[in-house]
């Protein structure tokens, strides 16, 4: 029979290391043009597919996922596609066959007739069946190839494995190193998060991934294709930052990373904070408030690295903008402004030291106190109102009572950055305010 003529050469051709793209090429003619049909070349490799040599059985499917790769979706009948998925599921327990089947699964469910249930009972297999961490990197590759074209094509079905599929997930990531994989596993947990309820499981799956917070790693120079440093940092960044299900387990260890000797883990530490703010439970910052203003006050008076200081000042304006109510609300006795001597209102962390500084006999670090303030007070309306209630008046008074040249100076220089932050809350509401009267 022609067909089996051909699959012995092309499996004798694979031991031999021999190019078979000329095999390969007629076997994807006859199928497509009716000749044979995608069976009878299955029925031709039963005794590789069954061999109890594994060499034999990987050369098996190595032929069936080569011609799969290559035939287009009107000779692949759905009566084709039901049977081999169902082969391909089984097959995932034999690890030597696994590089094959993900390759061949991979051209699969680029077409119509590969529904979500076949994508249930593939996914399922690869979560249960692969230990993908024990594979190279172009299989680990396919492997996170797969999740994500699943995720796309079906993501109903993928939903609806629940449990099953954020724990198989965070399993198939544990212990992931190459930078290239982890780029692709790490923008994937974002996916999982927008259309899996992770709640169950967020504890599992952020373990594994902040492990790799701060990530560091040597770009690799001249190669075109290396991850750089920075995408790998930003979609782990996205990654931890993509649920409020992590917030209460990112922002106490991210706070703790901010006192790292290192600039650049400050910096990324800060950066995932205010990145973060807008995703986690503002309940959860405000009981972390006291700790973080304090590490930032200090990271900002030492004025060691100005992208420390930079992105510290940038941070403390994020959160504080989050926990910020909307507006003001004049002579309302619940409110922050009216409660200030109370030290679990958040702004009260920061306007507590600034008035002790204020009302010293001298002013230390005034540009430092003055960049802290504009920081906060820029953050909304509301707290630039509370902020400017707070320490305009000890600085008018204060400057007016001394003749002390310095000190009025000092006075001077942070009176002007709480006057530019009021400035920029104004500017922003009429931009604002512009971009609603061009909507209607």
Request: with cysteine; hydrophobic share 45%; glycine share 4%.
């Amino acid at each position: 029979m022609e067909v089996q003529r051909l699959v012995d050469a092309y499996i004798i051709g694979l031991g031999d290391n021999t190019d078979n793209a000329e095999l390969r090429a007629t076997l994807v003619t006859q199928i497509s043009g009716g000749d044979i049909s995608l069976l009878d070349l299955v029925q031709a490799l039963g005794e590789y597919l069954a061999s109890e040599e594994a060499s034999r059985r990987s050369k098996g499917v190595n032929v069936l996922s080569d011609v799969l790769a290559d035939l287009p979706e009107e000779a692949i009948p759905a009566i084709a596609t039901s049977k081999l998925v169902q082969f391909f599921s089984a097959r995932l327990a034999d690890a030597t066959c696994v590089p094959h089947i993900l390759t061949a699964v991979l051209a699969l469910m680029q077409h119509p007739s590969f529904t979500g249930k076949f994508t249930t009972d593939i996914l399922g297999a690869l979560l249960r069946e692969v230990h993908v961490q024990s594979f190279q990197y172009s299989t680990r590759r396919a492997a996170y190839q797969l999740v994500d074209l699943a995720i796309q094509r079906h993501p109903e079905a993928v939903a609806k494995m629940g449990d099953d599929f954020v724990l198989g997930y965070a399993q198939v990531l544990d212990g992931e190193k190459d930078p290239r994989a982890l780029m692709l596993a790490f923008q994937i947990i974002p996916k999982i998060a927008a259309l899996v309820d992770i709640k169950n499981n967020a504890e599992d799956l952020f373990e594994v991934l902040f492990c790799y917070f701060p990530i560091t790693f040597k770009h690799r120079e001249g190669d075109p294709s290396a991850i750089s440093p920075e995408l790998l940092k930003a979609a782990l960044r996205s990654a931890i930052t993509c649920s409020p299900y992590f917030g209460d387990l990112a922002i106490k260890p991210l706070i703790e990373k901010t006192t790292a000797a290192a600039s650049s883990v400050k910096v990324d530490a800060l950066e995932t904070l205010a990145a973060g703010a807008h995703v986690y439970a503002p309940e959860l910052f405000k009981a972390e408030m006291e700790v973080l203003v304090e590490q930032i006050r200090e990271d900002v008076m030492m004025a060691a690295d100005d992208a420390v200081v930079n992105a510290a000042l940038g941070t403390l304006e994020t959160i504080y903008g989050v926990l910020s109510p909307p507006t003001p609300v004049p002579n309302d006795p619940f409110s922050e402004d009216a409660n200030m001597g109370d030290s679990s209102t958040p702004l009260d962390y920061v306007l507590k030291e600034a008035v002790f500084q204020l009302t010293a006999d001298e002013v230390k670090n005034p540009e430092q106190i003055g960049k802290i303030l504009r920081a906060v007070a820029r953050s909304s309306t509301y707290n630039c109102s509370v902020v400017s209630d707070a320490v305009l008046p000890i600085i008018v008074e204060r400057m007016s009572s001394t003749e002390v040249l310095t000190l009025r100076r000092e006075l001077m220089d942070i009176l002007n950055y709480v006057l530019s932050a009021s400035c920029d809350v104004e500017r922003k509401a009429e931009c604002l305010e512009a971009d609603k009267m061009n909507l209607l």
